[in-house]
């Protein structure tokens, strides 16, 4: 059974995609440490590391995109200390301008968020998702 400490760093993953899901910069940034080392790696870029290009780069996603919900799955958090991770599996389902208002596209990635226990709650200290690539029939 997790502890509080558990739940706590849980609570704020979810508080991070449900502020990408409702394009809440301003409650997504929060969830960030105030840290020249913070380092956000979208799926197939590369990283983009310091506060600035990090809120720059999530105002780029949600400008371009007008729908996104995630589905959190193989959630696992671990906490060492003041650091705590916490991996999953995110099943993405969208839409913008590709796909047209009665379509919707998907995709899966794999991330690790790193988060830093801070005198106002544990923060967000790196965020990194990986696309997961279907395999080809045969690919086995």
């Known amino acids: 059974m997790p502890d509080a400490v558990h739940r706590q760093v849980e609570a704020v993953n979810t508080a991070f995609y449900e502020a990408i899901e409702n394009a809440d910069l301003d409650s997504m940034l929060d969830l960030w440490v105030?840290?020249?080392?913070v380092v956000c790696v979208h799926p197939g870029a590369l990283p983009v590391r310091g506060p600035g290009p990090v809120s720059r780069?999530?105002?780029?996603?949600?400008a371009h995109t007008s729908y996104i919900q995630f589905f959190l799955t193989d959630v696992e958090v671990?906490?060492?200390g003041e650091a705590a991770s916490v991996t999953c599996t995110?099943?993405?389902?969208?839409g913008d301008e590709r796909t047209g208002p009665e379509e919707f596209g998907g995709g899966k990635a794999v991330a690790t968020n790193v988060f830093l226990r801070t005198p106002?709650?544990?923060r967000l200290w790196?965020?990194?998702?990986?696309?997961?690539l279907a395999a080809a029939d045969g690919d086995r």
Do not use: K, R
């Open 34 to 37: 105030d840290d020249p080392g």
């Open 57 to 62: 780069s999530w105002a780029v996603v949600m």
């Open 78 to 80: 671990a906490v060492h």
């Open 90 to 94: 995110e099943n993405v389902l969208t």
């Open 120 to 122: 106002d709650g544990w």
């Open 126 to 132: 790196l965020h990194h998702a990986s696309p997961v």
